[in-house]
Nanobody, 122 residues
Framework: QVQLVDSGGGLVQAGGSLRLSCAAS????????MGWFRQAPGKEREFVAV????????YYADDVKGRFTISRDNPKNTGYLQMTSLKSEDTAVYYC???????????????WGQGTQVTVSS
């Protein structure tokens, strides 16, 4: 079992930056792939980024590539999503997730944070 707690969301102006954190507890966070997803009102949850368990591989959705950076600090059992050049369309609840497979599909992840709201004002 892995418990995840998301934090770091808030209200930011377009063009600004935020860093989300994902604090993990329980069994071996370092053995899990980590992903970030987001869900805007009235829309399905969508993939944002994924990182391998050792941090060596990353993959991003096209609309965040070059603006968002996924990272992790395994000794601290914490993952991060650094978001820059934020746009109004980035407004959503953001969720971190942990799973055993390198995937962009939400169904492939076993554990989820509670979500943190990011609101970008234009």
């Amino acid at each position: 079992q892995v418990q995840l707690v998301d934090s770091g969301g808030g209200l930011v102006q377009a063009g600004g930056s935020l860093r989300l954190s994902c604090a993990a507890s329980g069994r071996s966070f370092s053995t899990y792939y980590m992903g970030w997803f987001r869900q805007a009102p009235g829309k399905e949850r969508e993939f944002v980024a994924v990182q391998s368990s050792d941090g060596s591989s990353t993959y991003y959705a096209d609309d965040v590539k070059g603006r968002f950076t996924i990272s992790r600090d395994n000794p601290k059992n914490t993952g991060y999503l650094q978001m820059t050049s934020l746009k109004s369309e980035d407004t959503a609840v953001y969720y971190c997730a942990a799973g055993r497979h390198y995937s962009i599909r939400a169904a492939s992840f076993d554990y989820w944070g509670q979500g943190t709201q990011v609101t970008v004002s234009s």
